[in-house]
């Protein structure tokens, strides 16, 4: 549902609202995953979702969202006003402020990914020596690591984030958040932040190994990879983690590995080069 | 594994082979996806196995099935001189021509589509009106058919053909085998076949509903539709059963379809080219 799993943590969000704050409609800023979540989750709930974009984002990105129904507000990413202008919106209709990742509800909803991920394992009788999950803000991970330290104490977690976005890394090597300097760009479109949340950091700094930081080259050629030998499609920021195995980031070998590769949606245009060097 | 259905039927074949038979050898002609599934069942068994093969089949599928340390012979497709090659392979080496559909340890062995597909159906309570399966020698078909006429009675099975190879579905209206005269080519290249096996079509007469037919053009579309929305890389004759439903081939409004997408070995530049038109 809306090819990333950013549904899941909306959708948690959304439905605890009581039906007088659903009345008021919610808003969301997001360049585009949590944009389509919380606008499909919305639309399932009968809300009226506002969502503040950048201009830049993925085409598919922003036509998804709207064919839920929702009303896309864009901005240029350089200001970085999004903040104010969902803000705005709030103030305006009295509408709730959907947050993408700092929230304990939308770590929860995200951290589905964990459970199923540890019920697979079990299926197979397996114990996961290793978990990778991408990175932003740290809901999706720390939402994984919640679920999966429950079941599994001694499974290593780690965050993977794109060169010159490694916010997480750099404040899990320090022991406390850190802000970056953006001064580089990365076709990670989804994983473009440069601090953590407080509360995604609190769960990451206890329960995550580490992070772990790939370049965009290396991020094409697990895009590939995905295609090639797992027939699926994978945005960027959705192939980051596989990246990280398929360029020894950490030592696998003779382990069991479990890569959370979520969010296909890429432009056709954007797919298509980075198929160009097979 | 090996990017479609056909390893399962090929597995169960050659599994059910005397150890004797074993040590000689497997021999098959494929296209490329049977190709696959006999090489990586022989690997995992031990096996040496010789693969018959077109020259003009699709490069991922030959390197895939070099991959599995099979033997690659090829000839030129306009001969059609494949199984006379295989048999004088066969005589010289004693090995076992192991057939890719006109055989009940095939048949049962891709059934195991059908029962999966029963199952994930059973699981959401879901009542199946229909399903349709891409079908070049019926293996696939037919096989998914026995596995759901079992459980569900009432289902519709259709098979799914490329225009110019449609030998299943003009048989079925006749009600006996016939050979089509091929004069014209299509992308689905593992499913360009001028008339269908004896056993499959037993099975085929017996219980499915009929026959559809599908262009190129619309298979085309079906790529696309899967990238875009299901986030998976089809080949185009694993797309083909999608692009009937996609087309309006059968009245679907209001009713379950299970719909078999299988096979996801195309180059490259055959799958950008696909996207080319989004």
């Known amino acids: ?28 800023f997001s360049s585009g995953n949590h944009a389509q979540g919380v606008a499909c989750a919305a639309k399932l709930l009968n809300i009226k979702a506002t969502i503040v974009m950048p201009s830049d984002a993925p085409r598919i990105k922003i036509d998804n969202t709207k ?98 976005f490694d916010d997480t890394a750099r404040s899990l090597d320090l022991g406390e958040r850190v802000e970056i300097d953006v001064n580089q760009q990365s076709i990670c479109d989804a994983l473009l932040l440069e601090t953590p949340g407080d509360i995604t950091f609190a769960v990451n700094k206890m329960l995550l190994t580490g992070g772990l930081v790939i370049d965009d080259d290396q991020v094409r050629n697990a895009m590939r990879v995905a295609f090639q030998e797992f027939k699926i499609v994978l945005e960027p920021s959705g192939a980051i983690a596989l990246a990280a195995v398929l360029n020894n980031a950490i030592p696998v070998k003779g382990c069991t590995v479990a890569v959370v590769c979520t969010g296909g949606n890429v432009d056709t245009g954007a797919f298509r080069s980075s198929l160009m060097e097979v």
């Open 1 to 28: 549902l809306t090819g990333s799993f950013k549904f899941r943590g909306a959708f948690n969000k959304l439905s605890k609202l009581s039906r007088q704050q659903m009345d008021k409609g919610v808003v969301a």
């Open 67 to 164: 064919s839920y129904g929702a009303e896309v507000v864009t901005y240029e990413r350089k200001d970085g006003n999004r903040v104010a202008i969902a803000e705005a919106i709030v103030s305006e209709t009295g509408g709730e402020l959907i947050p993408p990742y700092n929230d304990p509800d939308i770590i929860a909803g995200q951290g589905t990914v964990g459970l199923e991920l540890a019920g697979q394992a079990a299926d197979k009788n397996a114990d996961l020596d290793y978990v990778l999950a991408p990175c932003s803000g740290g809901g999706l991970v720390s939402g994984c690591a919640l679920a999966i330290h429950e079941t599994s104490p001694t499974t290593k977690i780690y965050s993977v984030e794109p060169a010159g």
